[in-house]
């Protein structure tokens, strides 16, 4: 049983109007590099990769709790 105190990430998120794709990056969980076409996918695409980078980065797995930063504040243009 895992018992470690929740450890809290922040992901920065932004819209690359040039690859017309999400990216998200994160100074607190090493490797974290996402694209994705939609802001949800790029959710989902992360909370399948993080038990991975967890492990990868040889940490205890903890309680992560992550929110995101968005650095693009406009919608993406379509």
């Excluded at 802001?39 to 695409?45: N, Q």
Aim: aromatic content about 6%; overall charge negative; glycine content about 2%.
């Amino acid at each position: 049983m895992n018992d470690s105190p929740s450890k809290r990430a922040r992901i920065q998120t932004q819209w690359d109007d040039e690859a017309r794709v999400w990216i998200a990056t994160s100074s607190d969980i090493s490797g974290l590099v996402v694209e994705a076409d939609t802001i949800e996918e790029l959710r989902r695409e992360i909370d399948l990769i993080l038990p991975d980078l967890i492990e990868l980065n040889h940490d205890d797995p903890p309680k992560l709790e992550y929110h995101f930063e968005c650095s693009t504040p406009k919608t993406p243009s379509l």
